[in-house]
């Protein structure tokens, strides 16, 4: 069954029918292009990778339906950079080689993006707690959290 | 993981019109509140829904709010707000505990306590911690309220007393006792997963710190969550420096439960974790009883 719905994804608006069982994270991915956010798990809920902001608060996408985001503002990791410049986040990846494959980077970043947000001053064990739920099979995670830790300092 | 075809979607705005969705609904009707877990069993398809009612757009079921009568939590409260909610420090802050170790950020910008204890999941943190508080469970249908003893409340695992028609209102929590403390600790594979066990325990002290009354619940139990009546009896009279005593208490209490041998732990393991994790949120039910932590 089709349901009609209306969802602001990175500020744009976009009026959709879909079926009432399509995952949120498809409906980014396949029906607004969006394939910066990623499915690293096989829909499961357990790796991270397709985390984007409902409403500026970090959750995992496949953990939805489409139809929950109807009038709701949806935030993905094609919305982190502005006006051409990439976020402290994103550029401090860079810096200290926070990923190597890159597959799990778009669900850490808004999952970090908002952790930031509420702890400006986080500790190494309050980042690694923040963490908990975005795989990482590459770096074993020192890169990220040395990452976040200066993101952390740029954004204050 | 994919869900089955699902007919009919329904976001009411308020808990009359989720009430009136659920009324005569049939089998096929679900509410759906954080959906951590329901969302799971919906793309497993072990559970395949033709009609949706979302609570997540019903305003009064969520939030935390202290008044004489007591604290109520309301259904839709993400763990997220409870693990940071003021008004359950000292007496109530083993549901800051619980709250605080779910899953991830991310179940917990999400995950609800009320989906949580209607679910029952047996390895779930939420129901053994709502039993040692000694919680009452609100529900709601369109014919009318009533409350329940969480004791009542929660059955064998994923079973509970909700009728298909009820919604959970929300957890209440009588107005805390003077020099009352709890605290909440669980023990799994894999950091603030679903745990092998988990225990709960609520204390209270006269005014000389020895313990007057305790509640002790277990979870990760294949029966279901569990109070461990033996242990609550012996932890009266214990104060804080009395270690031995609770240890024992918990070993005693050990006996007493049904604590299964399956792929993650032998019973004798589960015992050994009852009474390390007991000892342990014991001591820091002493110290909130007594105004620290």
Known sequence: MDTRISVTVNGVRHDRQVPIRLLLVDFLRDHL????????????????????????????????????????????????AKDGRLHPLQEAFNEHHALQCGYC???????????????????????????????????????????????????? | MY??????????????????????AGDDTLCIAGGMSLMQAIKARTVKPRHLIDLNGVAELAGVRAAPDGVSIGAMTRYTE??????????????????????????????????????????????PTCLALGASIELAAAGGRRSVAIDEFLGTPLETARRPDEVLVAVRLPPAPPRAGSAYKKWGLVTDALPVLGV??????????????????????????????????????????????IAAAFAAGAAGLPLQSDIWATTEYRQLLFRDLGTQVVATAFARASGGQ
């Open chain 2, 82 to 127: 409870i693990a940071r909610a003021p008004e359950l420090r000292g007496a109530y802050e083993a549901l800051c505990d619980a709250a605080a170790h779910v899953g991830d950020r991310q179940v917990r910008n999400r995950g609800t306590l009320g989906g949580s204890l209607c679910w029952n999941y047996l390895a779930a943190c939420s129901p």
């Open chain 1, 33 to 80: 292009a969006l394939t910066g956010t990623h499915v690293a798990c096989t829909y499961e809920g357990v790796c991270g990778a397709c985390t984007v902001q409902l409403d500026g608060k970090a959750v995992k996408s496949c953990m939805l339906l489409a139809v929950q985001a109807n009038g709701r503002t949806v935030t993905t990791i094609e919305g982190l």
């Open chain 2, 3 to 24: 869900p089955a075809p699902i007919d009919r979607y329904s976001a009411p705005a308020t808990l009359g019109e989720a009430l009136a969705l659920l009324a005569g």
């Open chain 2, 200 to 245: 709960a325990v609520f204390l209270q002290c006269d005014a000389s710190g020895a313990c007057t009354a305790a509640r002790v619940g277990v979870g990760g139990l294949a029966a279901g969550p569990k109070r461990a009546a033996a242990t609550e009896q012996a932890l009266v009279g214990c104060r804080a420096a009395d270690t031995e005593r």
């Open chain 1, 105 to 156: 980077t778009a669900g850490i970043l808004m999952n970090a993006e908002e952790f930031l947000r509420e702890h400006p001053r986080p500790t190494d064990d309050e980042i690694r707690h923040a963490l908990v739920g975005n795989l990482c099979r590459c770096t074993g995670y020192a890169h990220i959290v040395e990452a976040v830790r200066d993101a952390a300092a740029k954004l204050r």
